[in-house]
């Protein structure tokens, strides 16, 4: 990440629900959309940060992605900036696949993967090194603007690679880490260091409390 003095939160997002998240089948790259549930987070995580008042939203091109970024921005007189870097990690053949079928017909090659995802990929798949280096890409433009409230709207192996480019963490160890639809990850940056404040934040698509009454941050950069 490059060095600057400017102070940066950004939100990461995965996307909403769709019907083959609901089937628990890898999508990768394929174009799936949102569902009606996908749908009705999209719109309480907008609410949730209608709050805060975000200058940029980047999003994933996959509709998935695009169009819960599209519910966030549109809070904010914003529309949201595509790129191409930001989209899934390709699984090749994989894709549509079931996990709890590949885990039960290909016992091995699914708990190699599972072990370790972005270096023991599926046969023809997107590996660690070209994740990385699209990714440094998206990170590269993102913060050569002046914008220092930031939403990047993507999936779940993308944001995982983003917690290893962005913030530091170990490649091999983010999978460990949840990612839901819809969650929210605060990310605080400064002179070249990275702080995440808070991770996986689904509140909003529980229930309960209105979106916009749910805190994100405070001006002194601590969560409310």
């Avoid at 609410?47 to 966030?72: I, K, M, N």
């Avoid at 993967?113 to 270096?119: G, H, S, T, V």
């Amino acid at each position: 990440m490059a060095e600057s003095s400017i102070f940066r939160r950004v939100v990461l997002v995965r996307h909403g629900q769709t019907e083959w998240n609901e089937a628990r089948r890898f999508q990768g790259k394929t174009d799936i959309s949102l569902s009606d549930v996908g749908r009705r987070q999209a719109q309480a995580l907008a609410e949730r940060l209608s709050s805060w008042c975000a200058e940029a939203v980047y999003s994933s091109p996959l509709s998935r992605a695009l169009d819960t970024a599209r519910a966030v921005a549109e809070r904010h007189g914003l529309v949201p900036a595509v790129l191409e870097e930001l989209h899934e990690v390709d699984f090749a053949g994989w894709e549509g696949l079931s996990i709890p079928g590949l885990k039960e017909e290909r016992r091995e090659d699914f708990a190699r993967w599972r072990a370790d995802p972005f270096f023991n990929p599926p046969p023809g798949a997107e590996g660690w090194e070209d994740i990385r280096l699209r990714l440094e890409r998206a990170v590269g433009k993102i913060l050569d603007g002046p914008e220092t409230r930031i939403v990047i709207v993507s999936h779940g192996g993308v944001m995982r690679a983003l917690y290893a480019v962005l913030v530091g963490f170990d490649p091999h160890q983010v999978w460990n880490m949840d990612v839901t639809n819809c969650a929210m990850t605060g990310v605080e940056l400064r002179n070249g260091r990275a702080c995440i404040r808070f991770a996986n934040d689904d509140l909003h698509v529980r229930g309960g409390r209105a979106g916009r009454t749910l805190p994100v941050w405070d001006e002194a950069g601590s969560l409310v």
